[in-house]
């Protein structure tokens, strides 16, 4: 049905032809197997919504409920409601965004304590998908950039955001931070169960996530040379923006582990140094803890 129909379903002041619509819209939207990507609740939901909406204001409309003036006030509302609801699907809205930068600031800064302290718990009105989801990875940078990282607190906000309605790169992302916790508390295992998991969902063929991860388990089967082959792909495929600092910069760390391994001294110093040089650009010290340094002084 397209909009000329649904123009003369309005224009016939049809009510119940305006509602076999809306009912035919969901149905189609949630049953009919062609469109998987409506069916995911980020989607579904609004939907449903705004089409309820939309009937009740043209049916009260149409019965002479409200005058054409109150009709003209709902149809503007309804307009802003709809720009809301589908920018929320994927955006933070305001004011979620004031608590947010406000913790990322304190972060930025390594003040760890402070942030716990100001934001004990999420504020109340953190209510869109979105800002659940960067609230409990503020979390989780928060638990595992701390001296000593606190690794299961960080494991357990994890599971939190995994229990959101999650779109597929944003569940990948997660599954692979739950991967590099799980290999720091020691459970490579588990932390292997979940990678394999996580490499099926991507797109892409090995991105540069992927290859550092899989260093890590190439270096716990004791796999030096392949897991120095891997670190040296991963950076080959990260793009210059400043997204993908951080990760350049905690590659090139455990790059320059990889060469110490396999002695070479001179390779070691190179990317440790390349490493920090990053580390200290970002200007961020949450990020630099990530970095270990200490191999720069016993060689250098």
Not at 66 to 90: D, G, W
Not at 200 to 212: A, F, R, V
Not at 254 to 260: G, S, V
């Given at each position: 049905?397209?909009?000329?129909?649904i123009?003369?379903?309005?224009?016939?002041?049809?009510?119940?032809?305006?509602?076999?619509?809306?009912?035919?819209?969901?149905?189609?939207?949630?049953?009919?197997?062609?469109?998987?990507?409506?069916?995911?609740?980020?989607?579904?939901?609004?939907?449903?919504?705004?089409s309820?909406?939309?009937?009740?204001?043209?049916?009260?409309?149409?019965?002479?409920?409200?005058?054409?003036?109150?009709?003209?006030?709902?149809?503007?509302?309804?307009?802003?409601?709809?720009?809301?609801?589908?920018?929320?699907?994927?955006?933070i809205?305001?004011?979620?965004?004031?608590?947010?930068?406000?913790?990322?600031?304190?972060?930025?800064?390594?003040?760890?304590?402070g942030?716990?302290?100001?934001?004990?718990?999420?504020?109340?009105?953190?209510?869109?998908?979105?800002?659940?989801?960067?609230?409990?990875?503020?979390?989780?940078?928060?638990?595992?950039?701390?001296?000593?990282?606190?690794?299961?607190?960080?494991?357990?906000?994890?599971?939190?955001?995994?229990?959101?309605?999650?779109?597929?790169?944003?569940k990948?992302?997660?599954?692979?931070?739950?991967?590099?916790?799980?290999?720091?508390?020691?459970?490579?295992?588990?932390?292997?169960?979940?990678?394999?998991?996580?490499k099926?969902?991507?797109?892409?063929?090995?991105?540069?996530?992927?290859?550092?991860?899989?260093?890590?388990?190439?270096?716990?089967?004791g796999?030096?040379?392949?897991?120095?082959?891997?670190?040296?792909?991963?950076?080959?495929?990260?793009?210059?923006?400043?997204?993908?600092?951080?990760?350049?910069?905690?590659?090139?760390n455990?790059?320059?582990?990889?060469?110490?391994m396999?002695?070479?001294?001179?390779?070691?110093?190179?990317?440790?140094?390349?490493?920090?040089?990053?580390?200290?650009?970002?200007?961020?010290?949450?990020?630099?803890?990530?970095?270990?340094?200490?191999?720069?002084?016993?060689?250098?």
């Open positions: 049905m397209g909009l000329s129909e123009w003369k379903i309005i224009s016939e002041r049809n009510i119940i032809g305006l509602w076999i619509f809306i009912i035919s819209l969901n149905f189609f939207i949630n049953f009919y197997p062609e469109i998987p990507k409506f069916k995911h609740p980020r989607w579904a939901i609004p939907i449903l919504i705004s309820i909406l939309f009937g009740l204001i043209f049916t009260s409309y149409l019965k002479e409920v409200i005058n054409q003036k109150v009709f003209i006030s709902l149809i503007i509302l309804y307009l802003f409601y709809l720009v809301f609801a589908f920018y929320t699907k994927n955006h809205p305001f004011p979620e965004t004031i608590p947010i930068s406000n913790a990322e600031i304190f972060i930025r800064e390594g003040k760890y304590k942030f716990k302290s100001y934001y004990p718990k999420k504020p109340i009105y953190i209510t869109s998908v979105p800002g659940k989801i960067k609230w409990l990875q503020l979390n989780i940078s928060n638990s595992i950039s701390q001296i000593p990282p606190k690794f299961k607190e960080a494991y357990i906000y994890s599971d939190q955001i995994l229990n959101l309605p999650l779109f597929e790169n944003e990948k992302k997660i599954l692979l931070d739950q991967v590099l916790i799980l290999l720091m508390l020691g459970d490579t295992k588990r932390s292997k169960e979940i990678f394999e998991v996580a099926k969902m991507d797109d892409e063929s090995k991105n540069s996530e992927i290859l550092n991860l899989e260093s890590h388990f190439l270096e716990r089967e796999k030096f040379e392949e897991a120095r082959q891997n670190l040296l792909s991963a950076i080959s495929k990260f793009n210059n923006n400043e997204k993908n600092k951080v990760q350049r910069a905690i590659v090139y455990n790059l320059a582990r990889m060469e110490m396999l002695k070479n001294s001179t390779n070691t110093q190179h990317y440790y140094r390349k490493s920090l040089s990053i580390a200290v650009e970002t200007n961020e010290k949450s990020y630099r803890n990530k970095i270990q340094l200490e191999p720069i002084n016993s060689i250098g």
